[in-house]
């Protein structure tokens, strides 16, 4: 490729029907309240670790729904579990439980266990 | 897919093409890398279908490309076109017919700026005329030379002598067809048949007996794209939209790809190349590249023309399986001669021959 | 008490009005251009947010026409209408010549026609469909895709003809999201296996219990909602619709294939209105619908004195609030009939 | 020889428990931690053996707790436990005196009757017969309760009872059987022969006018002999385990072992403890106010028991503590429910072994790298150097009143303090404790321990009793630690803040983690009688109350959490107190979110009743305690 001195770019685009949704549908199972968020972004805004990074539970909530894992695995290190967004959440979303459970998802799709 | 909704469609975005006297202005992509699709162009007009067209020698680039990268200024380009238009009017026609969908997106372009804006209309008259002494009237007819084949294509269609059907298989080919996004996608009025659902090209394809091929990308850019590939380093981005456009319709196994926008040929057919180059990938059936087309280099494969003598040769990806496919001989050992039969140099690294 | 009032147009609002016209003891000549009154609400199914059976509705607005002081003219428009002295003489393309006291123009919504968003390939691919035609579905009861399958996947395309510049209507048509939401639970009910995907721009839940019933189609029926405008469809190799839109709170462009796509027409001035606005001089607005006199509080009185306006003629408005615009202009004609001494 | 084949099935399941019991114990002994060994040791010949012995006697015979918080059910157990006590021992005693020889093996004391059935004419011996249907009558008059309370909990005054897996049912049917099957197979003998005392003897006499009561007297001390047996045998895989098992509890607490953050021998022998009395369930705010009755202590001894998969108890409990203050074994509850979290979901590794006679250790998760947290992206700042950190903590930024009137009362002070997470801190570690992440919480204390111990201050202010709880128990720090009550308390005492009587009538609720979860019960409650009229709820100190917005359950919906906030703040509002106090940031906004009535926190009803005064900086001589604190 390097005669070129470009490359063909992999695309931003989304695409929804191939992506893996495992994780998205274990956390819906144990935690419908998953389905509540209206993405206001209250959670991100009053987030301790947001403070600090770009770490966004809405971001985190929206990509897992569309399948795009890769990036989530990365922010979800960030949480501190410490709750400020179950308490904002306009929605009665349980966040704290949608990232342990992500983790969990994680872990057992790693070990082909979803 | 439901053609009477795209009927529908397409009868609302008829527009209106003059029949004769045509004042042609050239393509800086083709007369240079598909001469023969043009010098064809006005073969199909004056010979075949006795057509009166002129080419004026003093018309020049229309600077598109240069405009689209930001080089040329608004005003110089209205007074580029104006010259045309003077030498127009000057040649005693009325009618324009232009070979390049950079230009005719240009030249619609203008003609709408002039006509929402008066005074940019007289700033032009005033640097043409204080330039060059010339003087210029707007055209009474802006017509892309697809949209005059389009006319013309049931009277192609009459003198046929391959239509577009796999002689292997006996079924329609199956075509994509292109269209260069400055054809309509800014002025849905001056396409034939709108910007969403155009049908300059799948008419003809129709009226010669193929099929057209609809597929998810259809709209999407070639990946030309002016500065992302002037400039090297957005290459990749041009590329990028090529390899994305092909992979989507090669699940379709399209025979063969018609476009009627200079850099869309050019682009769809070299960048075949590079992907293949990169990545070892091709899009077409069995490993083959897909080969670009312009119009009149298919409405001459129609009417049974030499294809050596329209320029296919001249493709990155060769034409041969589709020759096949369609029953057309040929003499490989013809391809690289010159008119009097001189062996030129083959160029290397040709796909699909 | 012998006056005479022409209600035009036997949709909602024109039935409710004529009907409380004639309570009020006035003669009314209830005049539709189709062959049976009722409007659109005849071809609805369910009705959002109770999800009640439109066919109450329309029950409810045929029993109250059905009263001795109310002439019903069907498959009558009107040609041409003039007010001399007080008097107003409206001519039909049946024939009659009528005069009024007072004029209640109630013509009412077109649906958007969904054709004209070219990119979505209404009536060019299969599967795409408006969100009448899926109301049409659910009255039968069958909804499939059209080569008879059950679909899978469906999306529903909010805003279509509504806040679009290309479209022509920078207004919002106000009911569409609430239609989605509950046309997205009913295709849950009758297809539990199905997935549905609401692509919005805003979701616009302002009415009572609209929000709640966003909630529960998330909450009970998994309806998926994707923030973003559809930005063109087309066939996949399967024959599905590919959808491109940008998930603008991902940040990301994203496309994904159904199964069948349902857009949601927005509401416009109807084309009949348009006719009487032309013949008639009444001021138009720049949504094309009927312009108020006043915004607070003269949402039914026109530029012309006696003539008054109802319903969706002027704004998008659900059923609840037609009704009350239908009531409120019979007030207003009330008035204008006692203050004329007529 | 003295020797019947009905006391085979007797003899084989006490000699199985025997063996069973000592098996365990040396497993038990040898998996324990090397301090906790030598703990037991001390424990054994020291004082402890004593206090042990009183305590067996009191808790595991007697039921002293259980008698103290429900008399029926504490009956129930007495009679049972301490009955057959005494029927054993004085049952020896009998086959002792009265028995051909001394020292006989055990089932000639429990079948004693059969072995000598003309024995009880004379007058001694008949006393003595006597006091043993004296002994029989009490254990059946217990056992005759907890009959009807398996069918009819209420009974006993219990709400709930626990439910039974199918061994357990085996179990309790033998168990149930033993004594009615003695009493039969006693009377039928006593009948035939003419012996027995008021129970036995008036019974046999009575069945011997209609029956064959020497041929009918056999068949039930087979009976007996096999529920004995089958109890016996089954003992180690039932709830019974508890029968053994707490007397080792109960020697181990004593010699001061303690649970600890790993599964051991300590939190296995409190597991087997547990008796599913279920007055933990009654105790619990899911069970009376959510209608959850799954998820209580008592269930997750008996799934760790069984091996099932905790998860979804062991996350699913506000960790109020509640059960662990009323648990009547004295289990620590909460420490082992914490180790299930920690264990996340190991339940692969528990294997079952001999069905369930031996189980192997619950083995912590191994650390996923995937996954692990990582708090790399903390910076770190230079704090300014100052003697009082003020850490509001996360929960306190979104109840600002309360940081606001933190700092009014600091201020007010004039002691040097810097509030340090005034723009937004790094939370404590204690939510990621909660949720079994403790390497992370670590990774999170670390950085705030760095933080406090740069800024040299000597004490640590929190309003947060989550923040409190932690900076007490993981962090270690060189500074006091307070909870802002503990701190406005000494602000009075030391008289640096002046404050006002406000003529309000105040109900104070006590947080989970300030008061059951670390003791602090009086300086709030200082705090406020220096301020208002103190009123007192039925729910004070350790009967305190739940918000229901605890961190520490990953399961609740809102709306149940909502139902508990509101049932608890009814009970504490019962006198319509003009201001619900809290010291807790999350009670505050659970409770402001389901009631009108005024929530406040302590801190904020401080900065209201405040004497403003002119800002001066106090010089440190002025100090007292808070000066003492920094020479500690």
Request: with cysteine; hydrophobic share 40%; aromatic share 10%.
């Amino acid at each position: 490729m390097d005669k070129f001195g470009f490359t063909i770019s992999k695309g931003r685009q989304i695409d929804y029907g191939s992506n893996d949704k495992r994780i998205a549908e274990y956390i819906f199972e144990k935690e419908p309240s998953f389905r509540l968020c209206i993405e206001c972004g209250g959670c991100a805004a009053t987030c301790t670790s947001g403070n600090f990074t770009g770490f966004s539970l809405r971001e985190i909530n929206i990509l897992i729904k569309r399948g795009e894992n890769d990036k989530v695995r990365q922010s979800l290190k960030k949480c501190m579990l410490c709750g400020k967004c179950t308490l904002v959440c306009p929605r009665g979303v349980n966040t704290r439980n949608i990232v342990v459970l992500a983790k969990k998802a994680f872990l057992k799709s790693d070990e082909y266990a979803i | 897919m439901n053609i009477e909704g795209k009927r529908h469609i397409w009868s609302d975005y008829q527009k209106e093409i003059a029949d004769d006297h045509f004042f042609y202005v050239r393509s800086c992509i083709r007369q240079s890398f598909f001469p023969g699709s043009e010098q064809f162009f006005l073969n199909l007009m004056r010979n075949i279908l006795g057509k009166d067209v002129y080419e004026n020698p003093g018309h020049t680039t229309c600077t598109g490309i240069g405009y689209h990268s930001d080089i040329v200024p608004s005003a110089t380009i209205m007074t580029v076109i104006a010259r045309h238009f003077a030498l127009m009017k000057e040649s005693g026609y009325k009618n324009i017919a232009i070979s390049c969908v950079t230009s005719f997106g240009l030249y619609t372009e203008i003609l709408d700026t002039w006509k929402h804006f008066p005074e940019q209309l007289e700033k032009t008259r005033e640097y043409l005329f204080k330039a060059t002494g010339r003087e210029f009237d707007i055209p009474e007819n802006v017509a892309h030379s697809s949209d005059i084949i389009y006319k013309f294509k049931d009277l192609i269609a009459q003198k046929a002598k391959n239509l577009l059907i796999n002689k292997i298989t006996g079924e329609p080919l199956k075509i994509v067809e292109h269209i260069g996004c400055h054809y309509a996608k800014m002025f849905p009025k001056s396409g034939v048949g709108g910007a969403e659902f155009p049908h300059v090209l799948s008419g003809m394809i129709e009226a010669w007996g193929g099929n057209v091929v609809d597929y998810p990308e259809r709209r999407h850019c070639c990946g030309f794209g002016f500065r992302q590939y002037l400039v090297q380093a957005n290459r990749g981005y041009s590329v990028s939209n090529t390899a994305k456009k092909f992979s989507s319709m090669k699940p379709f196994k399209p025979d063969m790809v018609l476009t009627n926008c200079p850099g869309c040929t050019m682009f769809m057919d070299k960048w075949q190349y590079t992907i293949k180059e990169m990545e070892g990938t091709s899009f077409g059936d069995k490993g083959e590249s897909i080969p670009v087309l312009t119009y009149e280099e298919l409405a001459g494969l129609v009417l049974g023309y030499n294809p050596w003598d329209l320029g296919l040769q001249y493709h990155m990806v060769q034409s041969e399986p589709l020759l096949k496919k369609l029953g057309i001989e040929y003499d490989n050992a013809d391809k690289f001669k010159t008119k009097d039969g001189k062996q030129m140099p083959i160029p290397q690294n040709l796909i699909n021959s | 008490m012998n006056r005479d009032v022409i209600v035009i147009g036997g949709g909602t609002a024109g039935m409710e009005a004529a009907g409380q016209l004639a309570k009020a003891e006035c003669k009314v000549t209830l005049i539709e251009k189709e062959e049976e009154a009722g409007g659109h609400v005849r071809n609805w199914c369910h009705l959002f947010p109770d999800r009640r059976n439109s066919a109450d509705v329309v029950k409810y607005l045929s029993d109250l026409i059905n009263q001795k002081n109310i002439t019903f003219l069907k498959g009558t428009s009107v040609e041409s209408i003039n007010k001399s002295k007080k008097k107003f003489h409206i001519k039909t393309n049946r024939g009659h010549e009528m005069l009024s006291d007072a004029v209640v123009i109630a013509t009412g919504f077109d649906l958007f026609k969904s054709e004209k968003k070219e990119e979505y390939g209404y009536g060019i691919y299969n599967n795409v469909i408006t969100s009448a035609d899926l109301e049409a579905m659910f009255r039968s009861g069958d909804l499939r895709k059209q080569n008879g399958e059950i679909p899978g996947r469906i999306g529903f395309v909010h805003c279509v003809g509504s806040r679009d510049e290309k479209s022509g209507n920078l207004y919002c048509s106000k009911l569409c999201c609430v239609t989605a939401v509950k046309q997205a639970i009913e295709i849950r009910e009758h297809l539990p296996e199905s997935k549905v995907f609401c692509f919005y721009m805003d979701m616009r839940m302002g009415g009572a219990h609209y929000e709640e019933l966003y909630m529960q189609s998330q909450e009970k029926y998994a309806v998926n909602f994707i923030r973003g405008k559809v930005s063109e469809v087309g066939e996949s190799i399967n024959n599905g619709l590919i959808v491109k839109v940008e998930d603008t709170l991902a940040g990301r462009p994203l496309k994904m294939e159904l199964d069948m796509l349902v857009l949601m027409a927005g509401m416009e001035m109807a084309e009949g209105g348009r006719k009487i606005a032309g013949m008639s001089g009444l001021n138009t607005g720049e949504n094309r619908f009927f312009a108020a006199a006043d915004n607070h509080f003269g949402s039914n009185i026109s530029n012309i004195k006696g003539i008054f306006y109802a319903g969706t003629c002027t704004a998008p408005m659900n059923i609840t609030e037609t009704i009350s615009h239908a009531r409120a202009s019979v007030t207003e004609v009330m008035d204008y009939l006692k203050e004329s001494n007529i | 020889m003295q020797f019947d084949p009905f006391v085979i099935p007797f003899n084989i399941g006490l000699y199985f428990i025997l063996i069973y019991v000592i098996t365990r114990s040396v497993i038990w002994f040898r998996d324990l931690s090397k301090p906790d060994k030598l703990r037991l040791q001390r424990g054994f010949f020291g004082i402890a053996f004593g206090m042990s012995l009183k305590e067996i006697f009191m808790e595991s015979l007697i039921h002293r707790k259980i008698l103290k918080t429900n008399l029926r059910l504490g009956y129930m157990h007495m009679s049972l436990a301490f009955g057959w006590f005494l029927l054993i021992l004085f049952g020896t005693i009998e086959a002792d005196i009265f028995g051909a020889r001394h020292l006989n093996a055990p089932y000639k004391a429990i079948f004693f009757r059969f072995f000598n059935p003309e024995h009880g004419k004379t007058g001694f011996e008949a006393a003595y017969g006597f006091l043993m249907d004296l002994i029989l009558a009490f254990i059946l008059s217990g056992l005759l309760l907890a009959v009807l309370k398996r069918f009819y909990s209420k009974i006993v005054g219990m709400k709930k009872t626990t439910r039974l897996k199918l061994t357990d049912k085996i179990a309790l049917t033998s168990l149930w059987l033993i004594f009615p099957s003695r009493l039969l197979a006693e009377s039928f003998t006593s009948g035939a022969y003419g012996t027995g005392s008021f129970l036995t003897g008036t019974l046999g006499t009575w069945l011997a006018t209609f029956l064959p009561a020497r041929q009918m007297a056999y068949p039930f001390w087979w009976l007996y002999s096999l529920s004995l047996g089958t109890f016996f045998i089954l003992l180690p895989i039932t709830r019974y385990m508890h029968i053994p098992t707490e007397l080792f509890l109960i020697f181990m607490r004593n010699s001061g072992i303690k649970t600890g953050d790993k599964a051991g021998t300590y939190s296995e022998v409190q597991t087997y403890s547990c008796s599913s009395c279920g007055i933990c369930i009654d105790a619990c705010q899911l069970n009376f106010s959510a209608g959850i009755t799954n998820i209580q202590s008592a269930y997750l001894m008996k799934a760790i028991r069984n091996n099932d998969d905790v998860t979804d108890i062991a996350y699913n409990c506000l960790m109020c503590g509640r059960c662990d203050q009323k648990c009547p074994v004295g289990i620590e509850l909460s420490p082992i429910r914490m180790i299930q979290r920690r264990g996340g979901e190991a339940e692969n590794d528990i294997r079952n072994i001999y069905k369930g006679y031996f189980r192997s250790r619950q083995s912590v998760n191994p650390e996923n790298e995937i996954i692990q947290a990582n708090y790399n992206f903390l910076k770190e700042e230079e704090p300014g150097k100052t003697d009082i950190i003020y850490f509001a903590g996360c929960m306190t930024h979104l109840t600002p009143a309360i940081k606001k009137s933190m700092v009014k009362i600091l201020d007010a002070s004039g002691l040097k303090y810097n509030f340090i997470d005034e723009h937004g801190g790094v939370c404590c570690g204690r939510p990621l404790m909660l949720s079994g992440q403790d390497k992370e919480a670590r990774e999170l204390i670390n950085f705030n321990s760095r933080m406090i111990w740069k800024s040299g201050a000597h004490t640590l202010v929190t309003s947060c009793p989550i923040c409190y709880k932690v900076f007490k128990e993981s962090y270690y720090l060189d500074v006091k630690v307070l909870h802002h009550t503990q701190f406005i308390k000494m602000l009075i005492d030391d008289g640096l803040v002046k404050m006002n009587f406000l003529h309000k009538k105040v109900v104070y609720h006590s947080p989970c983690d300030l008061g059951r979860g670390s003791g602090v019960y009086c300086e709030p409650k200082e705090v406020i009688s220096h301020l208002a009229r103190l009123e007192k709820s039925s729910f004070e100190d350790e009967n305190s109350l739940c918000c229901g917005g605890s961190l520490a359950n990953m399961k609740l919906s809102s709306s149940i959490k909502k139902k508990i906030a509101l049932d608890a703040v009814n009970a504490l509002t019962k006198n319509n107190p003009d201001i619900l106090a809290t010291a807790c940031p999350l009670c505050k906004k659970t409770f402001s979110s389901v009631t009108e009535i005024k929530i406040a926190d302590i801190a904020e009803i401080a900065a209201e009743a405040l004497i403003a005064k002119p800002l001066k900086i106090y010089s440190s001589s002025h100090l007292t305690s808070i000066k003492e604190l920094a020479n500690i």
